[in-house]
């Protein structure tokens, strides 16, 4: 029998982790699976899904720029896709896609399995309201956060993500210029695809609770550096990127793809020993 087909969907996709995250996942546990990488334009991307159906795929994983796409096409959806707008998993299920959104709960994860943080009671800082952003935002209530602040370049789409929580005590969005008037909080992620840039953007250290404040960035590599540098000249209790969380979200697609709950540990390991040989390289 010939192997059962995945892949990633995304532009750009050619320096994905995600093939060698499911390949190892699919050696770990013995199971037979494809798992490869497609580049696809926005105006290719139901052409694409459409093909990948004829030729026997069953799952994909839905990356930058489709997730807003991939859950707008889904006939079935788990409420954390919908509560996030976004899917970054889909499965064919015969007659159409079934889409869930496991960003948020690889992040959660991430922090509480792999780094033994208690996210209970934090005051949350949310920097960002694009896919990802809203992908985590529903999982970090659930983690317990006290209370969530969203803040946004784009201020109309904070208001929205927030609208979309359903929480108003709870969660609320605010103005990036009114950072300093903030007060100070127990975790900070940066969900923006600033990057590089971030070094020109100069968040006030007073966001920092001094003692026991988590920053997380949601990229990794270069990406993440200009965020994490500053949250350690800042004072933040640890500074973690995205990576674990996107070894997690990986394991969760895998989970409900194939029924088996990957241990994530090797992966993760290997991962992370490339990236910080780059990093110092
Ligand atoms: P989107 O394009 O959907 O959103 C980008 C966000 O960044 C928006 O909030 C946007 O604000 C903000 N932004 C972009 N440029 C600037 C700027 N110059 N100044 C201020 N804000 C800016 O991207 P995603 O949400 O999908 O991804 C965000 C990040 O999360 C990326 O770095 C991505 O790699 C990472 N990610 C990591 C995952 C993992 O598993 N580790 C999973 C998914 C994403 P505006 O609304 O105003 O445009």
């Given at each position: 029998t010939t192997p059962a087909r995945y892949a990633v969907v995304g532009r750009p996709i050619a320096h994905s982790l995600s093939p060698r995250i499911h390949a190892a996942f699919a050696r770990e546990t013995g199971i037979a699976l494809t798992y490869t990488a497609i580049e696809a334009a926005p105006e290719e991307f139901e052409a694409v899904l459409a093909a990948f159906v004829a030729e026997g795929g069953r799952g994909l994983n839905v990356t930058l720029p489709h997730k807003e796409r991939a859950f707008a096409l889904c006939a079935e959806a788990t409420p954390r896709a919908r509560a996030a707008g976004a899917a970054n998993t889909l499965t064919w299920t015969g007659g159409g896609w079934h889409g869930d959104n496991t960003d948020g709960a690889g992040l959660v994860r991430d922090l509480?399995?792999?780094?033994?943080?208690?996210?209970?009671?934090r005051r949350c800082l949310l920097l960002g309201a694009g896919g990802a952003a809203r992908g985590v935002a529903p999982l970090l209530l659930d983690a317990g956060v006290s209370e969530l602040i969203v803040v946004n370049r784009t201020a109309e789409r904070a208001d929205a993500l927030c609208l979309a929580l359903g929480e108003p005590a709870r969660a609320r969005a605010r103005y990036w210029d009114d950072l300093d008037a903030l007060g100070d909080f127990g975790m900070i992620v940066n969900a923006t695809s600033l990057g590089r840039e971030q070094s020109r953007v100069g968040l006030p250290f007073g966001l920092v609770a001094p003692g026991h404040c988590l920053a997380v960035d949601l990229s990794y590599g270069e990406a993440a550096v200009p965020f994490l540098a500053w949250a350690r000249a800042a004072g933040c209790a640890d500074a973690v990127d995205g990576l674990g969380m996107l070894v997690e979200q990986a394991a969760e697609s895998f989970q409900r793809w194939h029924g088996v709950r990957p241990d994530t540990g090797p992966v993760y390991a290997a991962l992370r020993a490339r990236a910080d040989a780059l990093a110092t390289a």
């Open positions: 509480t399995e792999r780094r033994r943080h208690d996210l209970r009671g």
